[in-house]
C-alpha cells in the first residue's frame, strides 16, 4: 500500500477538502481505504450543470447526503450550492436546506442561485447566519423578501445580476453585512443609488447597467482596489482616499466632481 493511503482518515479527508465534489468521487477507486472517505470529507458542493440538466436527479443527490451528514452526525464546515430555482419544488428543497446547514453548524456557505424569469427570492437566504458568498440572478428583492433583519453578517461576496432591487432594500443589506470584500453590481434595472461607504473591507468593485438605466453611485472606501464602472453618475466625496487602488475603469461615466479624488 501506498504511504498516503495509510494516512489517519481525518487526514485524508482534509486531502478531499481541496478537491471539488467530482474529483473527490474519482478517488474512490484508488485503493480500498480510499473507497469511503469522500463521503465523510467536512465540505460538500453541488453544481447543476454537473447533472447534465437531470434536475431531479441532482435536487435528489443534494437531500440525500444532507441527511446522510446529519444521521450520522458528521462534521460539514463547507457547503457550496449552485442551483435554478424554476419551480416550486426547487424552493421548497432550498427553503429546508438553509435550516438544516444552520443547525449542522456549518460555517462558511456559498450559494449561486438563478431565475429564467424575475421573481421573489426565497426570504430563507438572507436567514442564512453562515452566508458568506452570494451570487443571485433574475430575482426581486423587496422588504418582504429580507424581512425585518438581514442575518447573513460574515457575507463576504455579494453578486447582483438582473436584480429587481429598491434602493431601500439594498442599503439594508449592505449596511448590514460590513464585512462584504466584492461587490458586483450588474443590469438591476430598478436600483437608482449605491452608497457603499461603510463597506470599511471592500476591496473590489464591480457595476456596469444599460444606458438608459442610470444610476448615482457614491463611493469612497480606502480599501478599495479595484473600481470598475460602466454607465453611471459618479460621486467621490471630498477627502476620499484611495491609497490601495490598484485598477480603475470608468466606462460612459459622468463625474460629479473628480477634484475630490485624491492619492
Given at each position: 500500500?501506498?504511504?498516503?493511503?495509510?494516512?489517519?482518515?481525518?487526514?485524508?479527508?482534509r486531502?478531499?477538502?481541496?478537491?471539488?465534489?467530482?474529483?473527490?468521487?474519482r478517488?474512490?477507486?484508488?485503493?480500498?481505504?480510499?473507497?469511503?472517505?469522500?463521503?465523510?470529507?467536512?465540505?460538500?458542493?453541488?453544481?447543476?450543470?454537473?447533472?447534465?440538466?437531470?434536475?431531479?436527479?441532482?435536487?435528489?443527490?443534494?437531500?440525500?447526503?444532507?441527511?446522510?451528514y446529519c444521521?450520522?452526525?458528521?462534521?460539514?464546515?463547507?457547503?457550496?450550492?449552485?442551483?435554478?430555482?424554476?419551480?416550486?419544488?426547487?424552493?421548497?428543497?432550498?427553503?429546508?436546506?438553509?435550516?438544516?446547514?444552520?443547525?449542522?453548524?456549518?460555517?462558511?456557505?456559498?450559494?449561486?442561485?438563478?431565475?429564467?424569469?424575475?421573481?421573489?427570492?426565497?426570504?430563507?437566504?438572507?436567514?442564512?447566519?453562515?452566508?458568506?458568498?452570494?451570487?443571485?440572478?433574475?430575482?426581486?428583492?423587496?422588504?418582504?423578501t429580507?424581512?425585518?433583519?438581514?442575518?447573513?453578517?460574515?457575507?463576504?461576496?455579494?453578486?447582483?445580476v438582473?436584480?429587481e432591487?429598491?434602493?431601500?432594500?439594498?442599503?439594508?443589506?449592505?449596511?448590514s453585512?460590513?464585512l462584504?470584500?466584492?461587490?458586483?453590481?450588474?443590469?438591476?434595472?430598478?436600483?437608482?443609488?449605491?452608497?457603499?461607504?461603510?463597506?470599511?473591507?471592500?476591496?473590489?468593485?464591480?457595476?456596469?447597467?444599460?444606458?438608459?438605466?442610470?444610476?448615482?453611485?457614491?463611493?469612497?472606501?480606502?480599501?478599495?482596489?479595484?473600481?470598475?464602472?460602466?454607465?453611471?453618475?459618479?460621486?467621490?466625496?471630498?477627502?476620499?482616499?484611495?491609497?490601495?487602488?490598484?485598477?480603475?475603469?470608468?466606462?460612459?461615466?459622468?463625474?460629479?466632481?473628480?477634484?475630490?479624488?485624491?492619492?
Amino acid at each position: 500500500m501506498d504511504m498516503i493511503s495509510e494516512l489517519p482518515k481525518h487526514i485524508l479527508q482534509r486531502i478531499l477538502y481541496f478537491l471539488s465534489q467530482k474529483e473527490a468521487v474519482r478517488t474512490s477507486v484508488l485503493s480500498k481505504s480510499w473507497g469511503n472517505i469522500w463521503c465523510t470529507r467536512p465540505n460538500l458542493d453541488f453544481l447543476f450543470n454537473n447533472f447534465r440538466d437531470n434536475k431531479q436527479e441532482f435536487l435528489n443527490t443534494v437531500e440525500k447526503n444532507l441527511q446522510r451528514y446529519c444521521d450520522q452526525r458528521m462534521c460539514l464546515e463547507e457547503f457550496s450550492l449552485r442551483i435554478i430555482l424554476d419551480n416550486h419544488e426547487s424552493v421548497s428543497f432550498l427553503e429546508k436546506w438553509i435550516p438544516t446547514l444552520k443547525n449542522m453548524g456549518v460555517k462558511k456557505f456559498r450559494l449561486s442561485i438563478y431565475w429564467k424569469y424575475s421573481r421573489q427570492l426565497p426570504s430563507v437566504v438572507f436567514e442564512a447566519e453562515s452566508l458568506q458568498d452570494l451570487h443571485m440572478e433574475g430575482f426581486t428583492l423587496d422588504q418582504t423578501t429580507i424581512g425585518r433583519n438581514v442575518l447573513s453578517k460574515h457575507l463576504k461576496r455579494l453578486l447582483l445580476v438582473k436584480v429587481e432591487i429598491e434602493d431601500g432594500v439594498f442599503q439594508k443589506i449592505i449596511s448590514s453585512c460590513p464585512l462584504i470584500e466584492i461587490l458586483l453590481v450588474k443590469s438591476c434595472k430598478t436600483l437608482r443609488n449605491i452608497k457603499v461607504n461603510n463597506l470599511l473591507r471592500l476591496r473590489k468593485f464591480h457595476f456596469s447597467s444599460r444606458p438608459d438605466e442610470k444610476c448615482s453611485i457614491e463611493i469612497h472606501p480606502a480599501s478599495l482596489e479595484t473600481i470598475n464602472i460602466g454607465h453611471a453618475d459618479v460621486l467621490f466625496p471630498k477627502g476620499a482616499e484611495f491609497q490601495n487602488l490598484k485598477s480603475l475603469c470608468l466606462n460612459h461615466v459622468m463625474l460629479t466632481s473628480f477634484d475630490n479624488f485624491s492619492s
